[in-house]
């Protein structure tokens, strides 16, 4: 009977350290990426050096692997190989040119060849990409979700020769909007609430309402008792994940504490330009003269919320109705909750102007509610462009 190909191997302190070496080079190949995505290279080089490298290693490492994983398959020995010592080794020639760089920075400008967005995986965005060529290597650069890049013409890079000769990129700027993409931009700085103390002589106060789940990427924004139940996402999306709500409070003295301004914070990079943030069937080109698009409020308050939570809120909502036509889940829940965040819990009056709500049925998804500054009315909503390629709804 012949020996098999593979058989169970001996732990051994050396077998050990192999397989460390095999998911550190898997680490390391996922890392080289992003170094890869700012470097003016070709991608057959990194590769040959991936490839190259795994061949090499494969018979001079044979009796090695076969001794301590019992595996005299050269497919096998050439996988561990290229995932091991290749990807140490790609890793090693691509991050040396990108961090060791010599000479000085140079800046230019280029014309966009290309746009278009990455293939959205299961916790991504689909992030947005230019194409761009310099010194006869045609790169794809590649933005944070949400950035408008089709709206623009030319980039603005600032380079450096790398190590091995390979340009890295430093900084990107897009420059040259198109004709017409600067309709449903907003001219007002909202930067201004949340960096002063104060505004037109008005105090101003930061709070923090806590982190939203974000399980899905699209957001909903709107009257969390009236608007929400069968709002459409924004159709800019967002990385799945947990970001903060903050809240600009203005201390208005007669009229007491008024939220002006409302933020879902994905970035801490500053904002340079706010658009409207618009829903798949809203477009710019439909509205005239002043109009906007934003959202109805009838009970005064406003919120941030994920579209599957809002799926299962509305579930929630609805048990409460289907028992007796005359409950509904702010008498029967909310407003208690509400109460719990009251300046005055005392006071019969203090009704309380945001919560934090999990859902019973779901704990892990919330929802974050807060007043509408003066109550009911129309309000617009805001998508936020970042100085470094974030998005962010206000």
């Excluded at 692997?65 to 019992?70: F, G, V």
């Excluded at 789940?213 to 699209?218: A, E, F, M």
């Excluded at 799926?311 to 719990?340: I, R």
């Amino acid at each position: 009977m012949s020996e098999p190909i593979f058989k169970k191997p001996n732990i051994t302190p050396y077998h050990t350290l192999l397989t460390i070496l095999f998911f550190a080079g898997l680490i390391l190949l996922v890392a080289q990426i992003k170094i890869y995505h700012n470097t003016f290279i070709n991608y057959v080089i990194p590769t040959a050096v991936w490839l190259v490298t795994g061949l090499v290693a494969t018979p001079l490492l044979a009796n090695t692997l076969t001794l301590h994983y019992n595996t005299r398959s050269p497919v096998l020995q050439l996988v561990y190989n290229l995932c091991t010592w290749g990807s140490i080794a790609v890793y090693a020639f691509m991050a040396s040119n990108f961090y060791f760089g010599k000479g000085s920075v140079v800046t230019f400008k280029t014309t966009i060849t290309k746009t278009g967005e990455l293939a959205k995986g299961a916790f991504g965005c689909g992030e947005p990409y230019v194409n761009v060529v310099y010194d006869g290597v045609e790169k794809e650069v590649i933005f944070g979700c949400g950035i408008p890049v089709a709206n623009y013409k030319d980039l603005e890079l600032s380079v450096k020769k790398g190590l091995w000769g390979f340009n890295v990129i430093k900084t990107g700027s897009l420059l040259n909007e198109k004709k017409g993409s600067e309709v449903g931009l907003h001219p007002a700085n909202y930067n201004v609430y949340f960096d002063s103390t104060s505004y037109q002589g008005t105090p101003l106060k930061l709070r923090q309402l806590g982190e939203l789940n974000i399980p899905t990427g699209k957001i909903i924004v709107g009257d969390p008792l009236v608007t929400i139940y069968n709002s459409d996402p924004l159709k800019k999306e967002i990385k799945p994940g947990k970001y903060p709500v903050i809240v600009c409070i203005a201390k208005t003295g007669k009229s007491g504490d008024r939220y002006a301004v409302v933020k879902l914070e994905v970035s801490k990079n500053k904002a340079v330009k706010w658009e409207l943030a618009l829903t798949a069937k809203q477009h710019l080109e439909d509205l005239k003269g002043d109009q906007i698009f934003g959202f109805a409020v009838d009970a005064g308050l406003g919120c941030f919320v994920d579209v599957q939570t809002r799926d299962f809120f509305n579930q929630y909502n609805d048990s409460f109705t289907k028992k007796d036509k005359t409950w509904n889940v702010y008498d029967e829940v909310l407003a208690a909750e509400f109460k719990k965040n009251a300046l005055d819990p005392k006071d019969p009056n203090d009704a309380g102007d945001w919560v934090n709500f999990y859902l019973p049925t779901k704990p892990a998804l919330n929802i974050i509610m807060f007043q509408s500054g003066f109550g009911d009315g129309f309000t617009p909503r805001f998508g936020v462009l970042m100085t470094k390629a974030r998005y962010a709804v206000w």
